[in-house]
């Protein structure tokens, strides 16, 4: 069974860092790329980052880009988000999820999500 | 530059059925689309994939009360024979120019 746990959220003041974890099991990790979205409160979901297999092929939402950086340990099963320089708009619920592997890349296995509160 | 439209809100009765719309920035009506739900305190729930030709790859477990359809720029959800618990938001995804697009949501409310 595919499992997907996210960890690392919290209360952070704006102008802070965090980084986010995502632990997976029940499929072949290195075969697969993997994303970050999350979700503001009162708004929709907002794609956020994500690593190809190779670990160094990595793309970013504009919101984000230069502040957060995705990573991956293959030898933990883990994915992780640096986030950098928060803002009170980066509060929200971090979604780790599996990419299909097919166009259009989309997400077929998520996590329950880790809350990220940037907050003075 | 590539948007998804839906509709902020949508409502059924019990038991009806109800059809939800994911519209195509000008231009992009090939693309092929993936559906959520998302229901409260709940990771998404990836549904299944609508190609531009209408043809749909579900995900595992979902049952055939949800289907999909295409018809030019627009991407379709139906649900059959609504539950309560299907109450909750729905959303539209695709891919281009290296990154993930989603639409805004649909927030289904069954009566």
């Known amino acids: 069974e595919v499992q997907v746990v996210e960890s690392g959220g919290g209360l952070v003041q704006p102008g802070g860092s965090l980084r986010l974890s995502c632990v997976v099991s029940?499929?072949?990790?290195?075969?697969?790329?993997m994303h970050w979205v999350r979700h503001a409160p009162g708004k929709g979901l907002e794609w956020v980052s994500r690593?190809?297999?190779?670990?160094?092929?990595?793309s970013y939402a504009d919101s984000v880009k230069g502040r957060f950086t995705i990573s991956k340990d293959s030898a933990k099963n883990t994915i992780y988000l640096q986030m950098n320089s928060l803002r009170v708009e980066d509060m929200a619920l971090y979604y780790c999820?599996?990419?299909?592997?097919?166009?259009?890349?989309?997400?077929?296995?998520w996590g329950l999500g880790t809350l990220v509160t940037v907050s003075s | 530059q590539l948007v998804l439209t839906q509709s902020p809100s949508a409502s059924a009765s019990l038991g009806a059925s109800v059809k939800l719309t994911c519209t195509l920035s000008s231009g992009e009506s090939t693309y092929a689309i993936a559906w959520y739900q998302h229901l409260p305190g709940k990771g998404p729930r990836f549904l299944m994939k609508v190609n531009n030709d209408g043809r749909e790859t579900k995900g595992d477990g979902i049952p055939d009360r949800f289907s999909g359809s295409s018809s030019g720029a627009e991407r379709y959800l139906t649900i059959y024979s609504l539950q309560s618990d299907d109450e909750g938001d729905y959303y539209c995804q695709t891919w281009g120019h290296d990154t993930g697009v989603f639409g805004g949501g649909t927030k289904l409310t069954v009566v």
């Open positions: 029940g499929f072949t990790y290195r075969k697969f790329w």
């Open positions: 690593i190809q297999t190779d670990g160094i092929s990595t």
């Open positions: 999820a599996r990419d299909s592997g097919t166009y259009p890349y989309y997400f077929d296995h």
